[in-house]
């Protein structure tokens, strides 16, 4: 069985208590699972599986929140439905699964999706339980936060501040040219939110809010995240509220039901993350499947690689020997902000439409994780 992407989607993104954190996390999932399915006039009762979650699965995320959404938006019980925590790479994880799953046979219809809002669940609390500590005596190895790890990699490729920089500015210009001209408007769905302090009425939202208006100057004033450290927030993700949904199907079924499928998966794989440097490896992932293929980064039209911290792209572009003109053409999550479980099937909607508006054929996503580096090989159908 093939397994072909039909439709992806996903809200707005807003920023830290901005305008999407009046929203439960099972509303915003929800209406992610009930567009993707209402765009392409898929019957609800044909799906087999639900796969998706957050990376921080405790008090409105608590539980299995990917069918928690799917219920509360008033979609059929029988879908079977799985939650994940993947850390970054989620809802790419959750693709990736499905896919796994249509492949064998043992699902013809299935949802991927994810959520985080982080604005009411912020990404601290599950050390913080009072149910001891994940890691037991003895544990000898050194794993370094993720702030740490992202300023090991630049001094690892010799990136300075003013790089950094550079690269953040960037993100911030490219997001905010496609959004002036329309590159997002097809994946991105037009949310109604609950009134914002002071106001009477319910808010429609249809952008991004974490986009800034910035300078090289600007963000040379900010000060590090650490102490003698290269990133600032200016060239790290944002905190976010968002959340994401596709629609995969096996290509047999697809073509029985009229389906129109958008894109194939040509492959994909799971990496761990080196424990020094922790979030580079998309740059392991990625030559994985240039390996596993037989192709060369010049089949590879378009690469989206989260932008966790501006020195993970800029570090799987100088190491594979990818073009900058080719990573992340419409920014990342340094200006569209990065909802943890969500960001996967946003680098997935944007790749696929961003192919069909340049004609081209075939995109690499890679989502950096401390543990699950996720990486795919998508062509355009």
């Not at 002071?198 to 991004?208: I, Y």
């Not at 200016?234 to 697809?254: E, K, Y």
Request: hydrophobic residues 45%; proline residues 4%.
């Amino acid at each position: 069985m093939k397994p072909v992407i039909v439709d992806a989607v996903r809200t707005p993104f807003g920023k830290r208590n901005g305008w999407m954190s009046g929203l439960h996390a099972a509303e915003m999932l929800g209406a992610a699972q009930t567009a993707v399915l209402r765009r392409t006039d898929t019957d609800p009762q044909s799906v087999e599986q639900v796969i998706g979650g957050c990376v921080t699965p405790v008090g409105e995320q608590y539980g299995n929140v990917a069918r928690t959404a799917w219920l509360h938006a008033g979609l059929p019980s029988g879908a079977g439905t799985t939650a994940i925590d993947a850390q970054c790479g989620t809802a790419q994880q959750a693709v990736q699964l499905l896919a796994g799953q249509i492949a064998i046979g043992a699902v013809d219809v299935g949802v991927a999706c994810g959520v985080e809002v982080m604005s009411r669940v912020p990404l601290t609390p599950k050390s913080g339980t009072g149910l001891g500590t994940a890691r037991p005596t003895g544990w000898s190895i050194a794993m370094p936060d993720q702030y740490t790890a992202a300023d090991r990699i630049a001094r690892y490729r010799g990136f300075s501040r003013a790089d950094l920089d550079g690269f953040g500015l960037r993100s911030q210009q490219l997001a905010q040219q496609a959004w002036d001209t329309g590159r997002f408007d097809a994946h991105v769905l037009t949310m109604e939110v609950p009134a914002a302090e002071g106001a009477d009425t319910p808010m429609l939202v249809s952008r991004d809010q974490g986009l800034r208006h910035t300078s090289l100057d600007a963000l040379a004033a900010l000060k590090p995240t650490i102490e003698g450290g290269l990133h600032t927030a200016g060239t790290s993700s944002q905190v976010s509220d968002g959340a994401s949904a596709a629609l995969l199907m096996s290509a047999r079924h697809a073509e029985s039901v009229g389906a129109v499928a958008k894109a194939r998966l040509l492959a994909q794989c799971v990496v761990g993350g080196d424990t020094e440097l922790m979030l580079d490896g998309p740059v392991a992932a990625g030559a994985r499947l240039l390996e596993r293929t037989g192709m060369s980064i010049a089949d590879i039209d378009l690469f989206e690689v989260n932008e966790a911290f501006a020195a993970v792209p800029m570090s799987f572009a100088t190491a594979l020997g990818v073009d900058e003109d080719r990573v992340n053409v419409n920014g990342g999550a340094i200006a569209l902000g990065h909802p943890a479980g969500a960001t996967g099937i946003r680098l997935l909607a944007n790749a696929i439409d961003e192919l069909v508006r340049r004609d081209a054929q075939v995109a690499m996503i890679a989502i950096c994780a401390a543990a699950a580096t996720t990486c795919l090989i998508l062509e355009r159908l």
